[in-house]
């Protein structure tokens, strides 16, 4: 219903044209899917805990020396993580999913969060996309508090300034490479010809000029996880998750994606944050944060950062 009413709204902004049946195949997309961000697997509010949590007192955690920029202006933060916990209840047993987690990104830098299956890492990336609530603590994004905003100001924010990577994708397979790439703006009620003229841009870019009518069926692993990260540049954002980016890919695409994302970050000054079970390829970050049982246990530079240090 809520999705319908976006569509009224919107579509009085773009004027009858050949290029109409082109929206309409769009649209119809979109009500298949794509753009549903990942389902949480947790309590989805904090007022369906019992007061096990609720009777708790969360106390301002310790912070690892090395995960603060003490020095550094808060406008050239990214993020400024604080003492972030979230916990939730299965049966009798409170699980604590983040336990105190605190740390800084400034803008332009490219870090991996790091940690086995259940360490907290992918909590910890909904946490900074406001994609569920934080038991305490709170999430600043270039400034802005997240952790006080409500679901439409999520949304808003999100739009304008956060771009995701899926693991899997998330391509629509009826769907072209310009045409995939091309629907955040859809959102922004940019018309059909300017879209497509910047997703082609992007796309170029990316090294996928020859693909851009191709289906995904139509491309390999690598080139499909290229169309994942050009949807996320396309509108620009200041700052990129990846949720386990080379998770479906062979060894040589996952090194050309993370070399991809290198180059994002210091061509572009986007910041991006990564969460990976791999510490080799979380090599290729300026810092790694390490994540077990939801706290943050160590803080370290990237490969390449050490390289450059010397």
Known sequence: MARSIFWAKL????????????EEREEKALDLTMFNLPEIAVNQASDELNC?????????????????????KSEDL?????????????????????????????????????????SGKSTLLNQLAGLEP????????????????????LVKFRLHNIG??????????????VENVSLPLVFKGISVKKRRQAAKVVLTQLGLKSHLKHLPN?????????????????????????????GNLDSKSAKETM??????????????????????LAQYADRIFHIRDGKLIAVAKGKEAYQAAE
């Open 11 to 22: 579509k009085h902004l773009w004027p009858e044209s050949k290029e109409k049946q082109a």
């Open 52 to 72: 096990r949590i609720e009777d708790m007192t969360f106390q301002k955690a310790e912070a690892l020396p090395e995960a603060i920029y003490a020095d550094v």
């Open 78 to 118: 990214a993020l400024r993580v604080r003492s972030i916990y979230r916990y939730y209840q299965t049966g009798n047993t409170v699980v604590k999913a983040l336990d105190g987690v605190s740390f800084d990104v400034k803008v332009g830098e490219f870090c991996a969060i790091v940690g086995t299956s259940g």
């Open 134 to 153: 934080a038991t305490a603590g709170y999430v600043k994004v270039f400034g802005e508090n997240i952790s006080d905003m409500t679901e439409n100001e």
């Open 164 to 177: 995701f990577i899926f693991q899997s994708f998330n391509l629509i397979k009826t769907l072209s490479a």
């Open 218 to 246: 139509q491309m390999s692993g690598g080139q499909q996880q290229r169309i994942g990260i050009a949807r996320a540049l396309i509108v620009n954002p200041r700052i990129i998750y990846a949720d386990e980016p080379t």
């Open 259 to 280: 070399l991809l994302m290198q180059k994002i970050s210091k061509a572009k000054k986007q910041t991006v944050i990564m969460v990976t079970h791999d510490d080799h």
